[in-house]
């Protein structure tokens, strides 16, 4: 990736392939998520919670393949989701601070996605280098994003802070007899949800937070489909089966 700030002189050629998002999703085995996003994502994705390495805090994500580098919801250059995630409806744009804790943002773009172009496209500019209809429209869904961003931080918060996440390793048993486990992702805690007293439940539910937490449950089921999905590709090796089973560290701090 190559960042740099929007500029209507600089980048005033530039336009954008339609497929952006498809082809960003290509190399994605996961695909970030907002709490908003999850009841629409969980009709196909199964749906986990990561930690961000950077800063401690927790990211929602939907797993589109069992192998880095790989998504198995884009064939043929078509995303087979329901459901698009903001992130890539948004590629290859982004909006940045400045500085650390800076409540100025302004738009970037990664110059080396393949999305960006001279010849065929969306402009970002016109010819006067006002705003194109197309980045006006990007940039009202990054300024929402922005603020679905800050409640998906409250949610993950308010989550820990009752327990309620608990970190998971994902065991995939191979038709040849081999394993793999994958770690790093944390789910609901599903028991620990059922012993919350009402007043906590309906503190849940009054801030929206009970049906992202459900969805995220029922987004679970999703991994048989994706079991399904991973046995289609004759290049993969053949799974058997897949379990969920607790960490070591099963609950987070």
């Known amino acids: 990736m190559a960042i740099s700030e ?21 190399t994605q085995h996961l695909v970030n998520l907002r709490a908003t996003e999850v009841a629409k994502a969980a009709c196909d994705l199964p749906i986990f919670l990561a930690r961000n390495a ?13 192998s880095a580098q ?12 329901l459901y698009t995630p903001v992130c890539m409806q948004t590629q290859p744009l982004y909006l ?17 996605s393949s999305a960006v172009n001279t ?5 970002l500019f016109d010819a006067k280098g006002n705003p194109s209809l197309y980045l006006s429209a990007q940039q009202k869904l990054l300024e929402s994003d922005l603020k679905n961003d800050y409640q998906t931080y409250q949610f993950t918060q ?5 327990g309620l996440i608990k970190n998971i390793d994902i065991v995939l048993q191979f038709e040849q007899g081999e394993a793999q486990t994958i770690q790093g992702l944390s789910t609901v805690d599903e028991d620990k949800l059922q012993t ?10 009054k801030q929206g937070y009970l049906s992202v937490l459900n969805s995220m449950l029922i987004s679970l089921f999703q991994l048989n489909a994706l079991v399904k999905r991973h046995n289609q590709h004759p290049e993969l090796m053949p799974l058997k089966q897949i379990k969920l089973e607790l960490s070591r560290d099963a609950h987070a701090l």
Request: hydrophobic content about 35%.
């Open 6 to 26: 929007l500029s209507n002189t600089q980048h005033q050629a530039i336009k954008i392939n339609p497929n952006a998002g498809v082809e960003y999703a290509k």
């Open 54 to 66: 950077h800063n401690g805090s927790y990211t929602i994500s939907g797993l589109t393949s069992f």
């Open 70 to 81: 790989q998504s198995l919801f884009v064939s043929n250059n078509q995303w087979q989701a």
């Open 96 to 112: 940045l601070t400045r500085e650390a804790n800076s409540s100025e943002y302004f738009i970037a773009i990664d110059e080396q």
């Open 119 to 123: 010849q065929q496209g969306e402009p």
């Open 158 to 162: 308010e989550i820990a802070r009752l």
């Open 196 to 205: 919350l007293d009402s007043d906590t439940i309906a503190n849940l539910h």
